[in-house]
């Protein structure tokens, strides 16, 4: 997969735009399957997806929203919370990695089910 977190010219400091995107491999085994992911939860940062981007999905007694992908993308924003971004102890890397590590889990849990 990729993870680009960039700041476009029109956004404000301290927001991102971010764009996950599986590779080849992952889309095509994905495609029957959707493949929601809970975005991950980072001191000082707020991370919010796309109109597009989103589904409810029935755990327990109630739904929950998660991240979608879309043909094989995944977009949303990231802000700087409560803190002003010069100061962020929490690193464009650790939102990222954190977002990689989300989607690979949710890959290897539904690949493990499939297998049953």
Do not use: H
């Not at 491999?25 to 796309?50: G, H, M, Q, S």
């Not at 990231?78 to 690193?91: F, H, K, M, V, W």
């Amino acid at each position: 997969m990729n993870i680009e977190i960039i700041q476009p010219v029109a956004y404000q400091y301290g927001a991102w735009q971010i764009t996950v995107t599986l590779n080849v491999e992952e889309k095509n085994y994905f495609e029957k399957y959707p493949l929601p992911f809970c975005l991950p939860a980072l001191p000082n940062r707020l991370i919010v997806w796309d109109q597009d981007y989103i589904m409810a999905v029935a755990e327990k007694e109630e739904p929950v929203l998660k991240a979608k992908f879309v043909d094989g993308v995944w977009r949303g924003r990231l802000y700087s919370n409560g803190i002003a971004e010069d100061n962020n102890p929490t690193s464009i890397d650790v939102v990222k990695q954190a977002i990689e590590k989300a989607v690979s889990e949710n890959i290897s849990a539904i690949k493990e089910i499939c297998k049953q």
